[in-house]
T-cell receptor
Framework: QQQVKQSPQSLIVQKGGIPIINCAYE??????FPWYQQFPGKGPALLIA?????SEKKEGRFTISFNKSAKQFSLHIMDSQPGDSATYFC???????????????FGQGTTLQVKP | NAGVMQNPRHLVRRRGQEARLRCSPM?????VYWYRQLPEEGLKFMVY????????ESGMPKERFSAEFPKEGPSILRIQQVVRGDSAAYFC???????????FGSGTRLTVV
């Protein structure tokens, strides 16, 4: 119930391609879904986040698509660049209510390589 | 604003020694979270602290691990009698209030030899 399952484990695309990373969850109490980007030797950095009252959110070249009924959400990177090569983590948490302690449940991560 | 500062960046300990990891939150942040990242895995929540209080330690191993966030000074994650399985990257994050929009530090990489 507390798991977030992420796929694929690794992904290679050409520059300009649109990598898509998928996540699925079970706990219906989750209502905050962020994506983090992590470069080697660095801490995760918040990229974009969504709450289930919308089905899509865009920030620059990054888009989250959210399917509440399927309990799935995905990250799309438009016009991907070699500088986007990093590990991407999805996460989930209850955002409001007494059960929220700010704890995030992370997926296993996707290593993305964008070839020039 | 220097961000979340963790030190040391790298720590090597022999089996049975103690490891002490420090985290200074961003200025104005009074909420601190610790996560552990094993090789090729995602981050696992360990503990959530506010000043002088442990709020949620549901992810902390029952033995050898402890955390504190004193009124003055950094938050400390202490691992006693380290074993090889404790080798991991330990990340600290801080926030101004109790929500999910927090900032991570660059982590401490612990290696137990």
């Amino acid at each position: 119930q507390q798991q977030v399952k992420q796929s694929p484990q690794s992904l290679i695309v050409q520059k300009g391609g649109i990598p898509i990373i998928n996540c699925a969850y079970e706990n219906t109490a989750f209502d905050y879904f962020p994506w983090y980007q992590q470069f080697p030797g660095k801490g995760p950095a918040l990229l974009i986040a969504i709450r289930p009252d919308v089905s899509e959110k865009k920030e620059g070249r990054f888009t989250i698509s959210f399917n509440k009924s399927a309990k799935q959400f995905s990250l799309h990177i438009m016009d991907s660049q070699p500088g986007d090569s990093a590990t991407y983590f999805c996460a989930a948490s209850p955002f409001f209510g007494s059960s929220n302690t700010g704890k995030l449940i992370f997926g296993q991560g996707t290593t993305l390589q964008v070839k020039p | 604003n220097a961000g979340v500062m963790q030190n040391p960046r790298h720590l090597v300990r022999r089996r049975g020694q103690e490891a002490r990891l420090r985290c200074s939150p961003m200025k104005g942040h009074s909420h601190v979270y610790w996560y552990r990242q094993l090789p090729e895995e995602g981050l696992k929540f360990m503990v959530y602290l506010q000043k002088e209080n442990i709020i949620d330690e549901s992810g902390m191993p029952k033995e050898r691990f402890s955390a504190e966030f004193p009124k003055e000074g950094p938050s400390i994650l202490r691992i006693q009698q380290v074993v090889r399985g404790d080798s991991a990257a330990y990340f600290c994050a801080s926030s101004r209030r109790q929500d999910n929009g927090y900032t991570f530090g660059s982590g401490t990489r612990l290696t137990v030899v």
